[in-house]
Nanobody
């Protein structure tokens, strides 16, 4: 099996920064797309950012403030969040699409980490 472990959430003041990380472990053959999603109270889960081997994509609401990057050697994806606003408050989930040896493409989710932006 594959496990994703997220870390880095917390409480931050408006204008502050946080870095989230999501590490995948297990018998992983290859990792394809990696991404971050978020879900605020009473709202649907939305895409924040994705990264493949060569491309990144961001929601309009975070462009210029958030940066997604990955460390392939560590099977880890990060989300650097700057200039945070209260509207960024949500539970953040990582998502990784990968293949295990002998299996097809699978999608895994992290457990979620709370990000709260408040003064």
């Amino acid at each position: 099996q594959v496990q994703l472990v997220e870390s880095g959430g917390g409480l931050v003041q408006p204008g502050g920064s946080l870095r989230l990380s999501c590490a995948a472990s297990g018998r992983i053959f290859n990792i394809y797309a990696m991404g971050w999603y978020r879900q605020a109270p009473g709202k649907q889960r939305e895409l924040v950012a994705t990264i493949t081997s060569g491309d990144t994509d961001y929601a309009d609401s975070v462009k210029g403030r958030f940066t997604i990057f990955r460390d392939n050697a560590k099977n880890t994806v990060y989300l650097q969040m700057n200039s945070l606003t209260p509207e960024d408050t949500a539970v953040y989930y990582c998502n990784i699409n990968l293949r295990r040896a002998g299996f097809g493409l699978e999608s895994y989710w992290g457990q979620g980490t709370q990000v709260t932006v408040s003064s």
